[in-house]
């Protein structure tokens, strides 16, 4: 199967952690017999081409240019997961958040019509449908005391973007995760970039990682490859293997640069790659 991946980003900065990324897909196209094309382009070209290659795509970038990317290419709605993931928090609780938080991309009226007409596509009940009021308190409350059972969570655009804030607080999640934008002419996966002085070697990879496992389950069905990819990642993170710019870098004793992480992500994929070809 030939699988197309697109990796963009609005900075230089990223280049090293995209390269890693290009040489890690390769290891897992080898691991599994599959010929991936692996494209690293600049963000002009993601703009031209979105809506006229088919493919994966994924941008790696400040939040201001999610905004400007999502106007540009008329994305309508924004969906944050949460995986459970031990290991990532700043709390001592083993409790973290399970599920996600879905919601209109904005608050104009053309990104919530376009929201509920994907609902109804989707056969979903707006009744369940969480808004900024005061029945969005139980959900609160489940989410800072019983995370684990968060479940998906489908908003207004104010209830998202409460909710997603705090999910990621409690899970400490901020520099593992990312979003996927949903648009009718398919989806952008944006892994955010934050850290203006870090340097180049200092940008961790799990995010992006992440992204990629999701992106290869929900466009190309690669169920045995996307779960690879997310269980070599994980490995390592549980690990305890940081980067610079993770939150908990200053009290890990296991501070490596980008290269580095992403070449124990490598290893972690062939061994698992070899497991589950038996």
Same mark, same amino acid.
């Given at each position: ?33 599959? $010929? ?12 031209? $081409? ?10 790696? %970038? ?26 990532? $928090? ?30 109804? %596509? ?9 808004? %900024? ?21 489908? +908003? ?57 496992? $999701? ?12 779960? +690879? ?32 992480? +992403? ?16």
């Amino acid at each position: 199967m030939r699988i197309k991946l697109s990796l963009c980003s609005t900075k230089q900065r990223a280049n090293t952690l995209l390269n890693c990324a290009q040489q890690s897909l390769t290891e897992l196209a080898i691991a599994f017999g599959h $010929s991936f094309l692996v494209r690293l382009i600049d963000y002009e070209e993601l703009i031209d $081409s979105f809506s006229k290659e088919d493919g994966i795509y994924i941008l790696a %970038a400040e939040e201001t240019h999610k905004a400007e990317t999502a106007k540009t290419l008329n994305f309508f709605a924004e969906k944050l997961s949460f995986s459970g993931l031990a290991n990532v $928090s700043l709390l001592k609780s083993n409790m973290l958040a399970k599920g996600s938080v879905l919601s209109p991309i904005d608050s104009s009226t053309s990104s919530l019509a376009s929201f509920r007409g994907y609902l109804q %596509a989707k056969k979903t009940d707006e009744t369940a449908l969480i808004k %900024a009021d005061e029945k969005i308190l139980p959900v609160i409350e489940k989410l800072m005391f019983s995370p684990e059972n968060m479940g998906d969570l489908i +908003c207004d655009y104010n209830a998202g973007s409460i909710l997603r804030q705090i999910a990621t607080i409690i899970s400490g999640t901020q520099l593992v995760s990312f979003n996927i934008l949903r648009g009718n002419e398919g989806n952008l996966y944006y892994v955010p970039l934050v850290g203006e002085n870090l340097r180049e070697s200092a940008i961790n990879p799990y995010g992006l990682y992440f992204a990629i496992s $999701s992106a290869l389950m929900e466009k190309y069905r690669l169920e045995k490859e996307a779960l +690879c990819l997310q269980t070599a990642t994980a490995n390592v993170l549980k690990a305890g293997w940081r980067t610079e710019d993770c939150l908990m870098a200053p009290m890990s004793e296991n501070l490596i640069d980008t290269r580095e992480l +992403c070449s124990l992500i490598d290893e972690q994929i062939m061994l698992a790659g070899e497991l589950m070809q038996d």
